[in-house]
T-cell receptor
Framework: GENVEQHPSTLSVQEGDSAVIKCTYS??????FPWYKQELGKRPQLIID?????GEKKDQRIAVTLNKTAKHFSLHITETQPEDSAVYFC?????????????FGAGTRLFVKA | GAGVSQSPRYKVAKRGQDVALRCDPI?????LFWYQQALGQGPEFLTY????????KSGLPSDRFFAERPEGSVSTLKIQRTQQEDSAVYLC????????????FGQGTRLTVV
């Protein structure tokens, strides 16, 4: 089945700097890769997603890149702000005869220092 | 309601007690997922429903865990004879179509087994 690895587990940046979180996946059949942000005590919320027919997607200060050959994808946050501090999860959809499921990475705790 | 609703938000159970966790998905959402999130970890897949059909229950950790969605809407996750290792946040998510679409999460139920 699908295995999603995420690095780093913790990331601390200065306000205004960029943050990069990297993930790898194992199932070459996966073609949907969402990123979720989870603030302390709150539910995970989708911040951006990418499908396998594109290599990059951008939404204001966040962007995601996908390399299907290497089976890795990354989240880039530019001009970080204190409110970006949260746990970020990458994910990949796994397909099997039972349908599909979203497999999550272990998460990256991002600290943005003011 | 506007989002996925879970109840109770918090549950303290004595070891050996049975518990039932409820999920009200967004109206019209076909797919429903249950995840278990241990402290500091990413959500771990438990089970997946498409309408009333449980298509994948490969993530349920033991036969003490049981989930149902009898009318294709509300779902219940039941844990029998709870153990301390069952302590976690249980997240429910729903999506409109299924694969390659955004999953919306509930606030979760924090289960503590004492």
């Amino acid at each position: 089945g699908e295995n999603v690895e995420q690095h780093p587990s913790t990331l601390s940046v200065q306000e205004g700097d960029s943050a990069v979180i990297k993930c790898t996946y194992s199932d070459s059949a996966s073609n949907y890769f969402p990123w979720y942000k989870q603030e302390l005590g709150k539910r995970p919320q989708l911040i951006i997603d990418i499908r396998s027919n594109v290599g990059e997607k951008k939404d204001q200060r966040i962007a995601v890149t996908l390399n299907k050959t290497a089976k890795h994808f990354s989240l880039h946050i530019t001009e970080t702000q204190p409110e970006d501090s949260a746990v970020y999860f990458c994910a990949a959809d796994e397909f099997n005869t039972g349908g599909f499921k979203t497999i999550f990475g272990a998460g990256t705790r991002l600290f943005v220092k003011a | 309601g506007a989002g996925v609703s879970q109840s109770p938000r918090y549950k303290v159970a004595k070891r050996g007690q049975d518990v039932a966790l409820r999920c009200d998905p967004i109206s019209g959402h076909v797919s429903l997922f249950w995840y278990q999130q241990a402290l500091g970890q990413g959500p771990e897949f438990l089970t997946y429903f498409q309408n009333e059909a449980q298509l994948d229950k490969s993530g349920l950790p033991s036969d003490r865990f049981f989930a149902e969605r009898p009318e294709g809407s509300v779902s219940t996750l039941k844990i029998q004879r709870t153990q301390q290792e069952d302590s976690a946040v249980y997240l429910c998510a729903s999506s409109l179509k299924g694969q390659n679409t955004e999953a919306f999460f509930g606030q979760g139920t924090r289960l503590t087994v004492v």
